[in-house]
């Protein structure tokens, strides 16, 4: 079972920005946390992961916390096009081809 | 940019047939990634493969099941005998060698596959 806990759904208006929440209070220390989109019936697209510190990439940034128990995803100016439902998810590091367990993530409805 | 290709986008076929899905990873990824989206439901990890073999498994992939890297640029999904409840998106992804970092699975767009 999916080791997170996300809304089921947000809305946010164009333009604005989309902070996403994630819930993971039982990630463990060598465990990252991704983040994915799907757009439709498309392909999941990744986003942004990382293990501690902030990132930021040209798509979003990642806030978690100091206590690595929740994060939130941030599209700084959403847009139409980033209507989808976003995925958080926890995973080991490393060199294995470690397996993503998807739950049902949040739908966002960018509005006009 | 470099994506995952997946053919056909679409396969329709007869219970009990035999069918493959074909898939194109991108080319300096050393990991392979089989997943399954049945309609209106999650995202299902089917299969890992790494060096020529199964690194990990779920309980869905059976041995109706197989995965192979026939070449140097293709990997591909067969199912030996479908069954209606295979009905499915499936998708391929691929990741790069990890390193002292992970690194993200990309997936492609998908097959979808409808078993009449």
């Known amino acids: 079972d999916a080791k997170t806990t996300q809304p089921p759904s947000m809305d946010c208006a164009e333009g604005r920005a989309a902070n996403l929440p994630c819930n993971h209070s039982t990630i463990s220390g060598n465990e990252y946390v991704y983040w994915y989109r799907q757009i439709h019936s498309q392909g999941p697209q990744y986003i942004i992961h990382g293990l501690k510190n902030n990132e930021t990439n040209e798509m979003a940034s990642l806030i978690i916390t100091e206590d690595r128990k929740s994060s939130t995803l941030i599209l700084p100016h959403a847009t139409l096009r980033d209507t989808a439902v976003y995925y958080c998810i926890v995973t080991l590091g490393g060199n294995a081809g470690n397996m993503l367990t998807f739950g049902g993530g949040t739908r966002l409805m960018v509005k006009p | 940019e470099p994506e995952v290709t997946q053919t056909p986008s679409h396969q329709v076929t007869q219970m009990g047939q035999e069918v493959i899905l074909r898939c194109v990873p991108i080319s300096n990824h050393l990991y392979f990634y089989w997943y399954r989206q049945i309609l209106g439901q999650k995202v299902e990890f089917l299969v890992s493969?790494?060096?020529?073999?199964?690194?990990?498994k779920s309980e869905i992939f059976d041995d109706q099941f197989s995965v192979e890297r026939p070449d140097g640029s293709n990997f591909t999904l067969k199912i030996r005998s479908t069954k209606l409840e295979d009905s499915a998106m499936y998708f391929c992804?691929?990741?790069?060698?990890?390193?002292?970092?992970?690194?993200?699975?990309?997936f492609g767009d998908g097959t979808r596959l409808s078993i009449l």
């Open positions: 992804a691929s990741s790069e060698e990890g390193g002292i970092s992970n690194q993200p699975q990309h």
């Open positions: 493969f790494y060096n020529n073999e199964i690194s990990e």
